[in-house]
């Protein structure tokens, strides 16, 4: 297959994965229950937020793979090892930037889309570049579906098991409280207001 195709197949899926991802982003708002907390944001946390990266880039990258796959022995190994890093990105980068760039609350929202745009953008370049590398990313298959598993294990955990955890930025003291409703979050903020994990 023409790599030509491959670069036109993921230029059209950006958009597609990016709406995608904003619409996914009030699923468990509309249709709370055990199953849409999993896969969709709970809260607004740059950590819940890492979900809107890996649900709809897993569905739309294992639709191209099923396509690009014989052309490209890569792809599968590809599209998972950049899902994994898309989806941490935000956790290290988002209060990093924000504490840097000293974001006011009311431009936070589009800091936040702007930075997702800039993260599926260099991710979806990335793994177009390394499907047609030479490199043997084919041999990590395994690998990769653990790690996806992994994440998603991950995710469970933090949305359904951990108690909600606040670090105060004032006398340094971790102040665990017991978890009341279901599902449960675990959440760290940060002195400007972002929230990291929950």
Not at 55 to 78: D, G, H, K, T
Not at 158 to 172: A, C, D, G, K, V
Request: hydrophobic share 50%; proline share 5%; with cysteine.
């Amino acid at each position: 297959m023409n790599d030509v195709v491959l670069a036109a197949a993921m230029i059209i899926t950006y958009p597609v994965a990016l709406v995608t991802m904003m619409k996914s982003h009030y699923v468990y708002e509309k249709h709370p229950n055990v199953i849409t907390a999993l896969f969709f944001p709970t809260k607004e946390t740059v950590w819940e937020h890492t979900k809107l990266f890996f649900l709809p880039n897993i569905l739309i990258l294992f639709i191209l793979n099923l396509i690009f796959r014989e052309s490209y022995p890569n792809f599968q190994s590809v599209a998972g090892i950049v899902t994994i890093t898309m989806s941490i990105l935000p956790v290290i980068l988002y209060p990093i930037m924000a504490k840097i760039c000293d974001i006011k609350k009311e431009y936070e929202i589009y800091y936040s889309i702007g930075l997702t745009m800039v993260i599926l953008l260099i991710g979806y370049i990335g793994m177009y570049l390394m499907a047609l590398s030479d490199y043997p990313f084919y041999r990590y298959e395994n690998a990769t579906i653990i790690a996806v598993l992994t994440m998603l294990l991950i995710h469970a955990i933090t949305t359904y098991f951990l108690s909600l955890i606040t670090i105060s930025s004032e006398n340094q003291q971790i102040i665990l409280k017991s978890p009341i409703n279901f599902p449960t979050h675990y959440a760290l903020y940060y002195e400007h207001q972002v929230n990291y994990i929950g």
